[in-house]
């Protein structure tokens, strides 16, 4: 038997008005340092081509980027909503929604926490300093080097967030105003920030689904730590070729 590197495939960027896709280095250099082969997904509209995708991924990866059309959880666009990509948020909550369903492990970072909460019938806040009022907030998108942690997180003891931090606290960077609100059916927070708002959150069931609203990609170089959400991942995709 020799083992196959699992393909793991990593959403990326559209700017609309470029008609260009873009994605940091740092998440394809994460798989490719966490032991699988990264496979970048445009923002295609076809659901034959999506299905392809997914059934030929042992993984997906949900990056950042703009926020997420309230549409896809019931709610009008309030003013403090940001940029929308619709190209993008129709082929990612259809291939969330489709690895989910096959049993694909699927991990989502910062946009890709909500994109998986909102695609499996969550909510988010479009803004939280707009929406939250009852008690003041950290500062969560900060002006500091985009590696440097600027707050601390709080992770539920057994989960995976918690084996991949090394324990219940940890410090992560932040680049955020959107954020999960209620969690989706099937998933459940496992770690928040002081003031509440949700850091991470995974699947309650057997498969292998977790966000985290904080930049691993931007982190794992200077901290290794980081890096092991993507082995996670990873090896949660494993798969035995026999020749």
């Known amino acids: 038997m020799t083992k196959l590197k ?3 495939g990593i959403t990326a960027g559209y700017d609309c008005g470029k008609n260009m896709l873009y994605l940091k ?29 997914v059934e030929n991924c042992d993984g997906i990866l949900f990056s950042g980027g703009t926020d997420i059309d309230a549409l896809y959880y019931k709610e009008d666009n309030y003013p403090f ?4 990509s619709p190209y993008r948020d129709f082929s990612e909550v259809y291939m969330a929604r489709m690895a989910v369903l096959l049993g694909k492990p699927v991990l989502g970072i910062c946009r890709g926490i909500q994109l998986i909460n909102a695609a499996m019938g969550g909510t988010l806040y479009q803004d939280i300093y707009c929406q939250i009022k009852d008690k003041p907030l950290l500062k969560h998108s900060q002006e ?5 942690a600027t707050h601390e997180v709080f992770i539920e003891k057994g ?8 324990g219940t606290t940890a410090r992560v960077n932040s680049f955020h105003h959107q954020a999960v609100k209620d969690v989706a059916p099937g998933l459940e927070a496992t770690s928040a920030a002081s003031d509440g708002i949700i850091e991470s959150i995974e699947g309650s ?11 691993p990609e931007l982190m794992w170089q200077k901290e290794g730590m980081f ?17």
Do not use: T
């Open 144 to 148: 500091a080097p985009k590696w440097y």
């Open 6 to 8: 699992p393909l793991i």
């Open 159 to 166: 989960s995976i967030v918690c084996k991949c931090m090394e």
């Open 25 to 53: 280095e740092g998440y394809f250099e994460a798989i490719n340092n966490a032991g699988g082969v990264p496979l970048v997904i445009p923002p295609v509209q076809e659901n034959d081509i999506l299905d392809r995708l």
């Open 81 to 84: 909503n940001g940029e929308i």
């Open 205 to 215: 069931g057997k498969g292998f689904i977790v966000g985290v609203q904080w930049h």
């Open 227 to 243: 890096l092991n959400l993507f082995r996670e991942l990873v090896r949660a995709c494993g798969r035995v070729q026999v020749k």
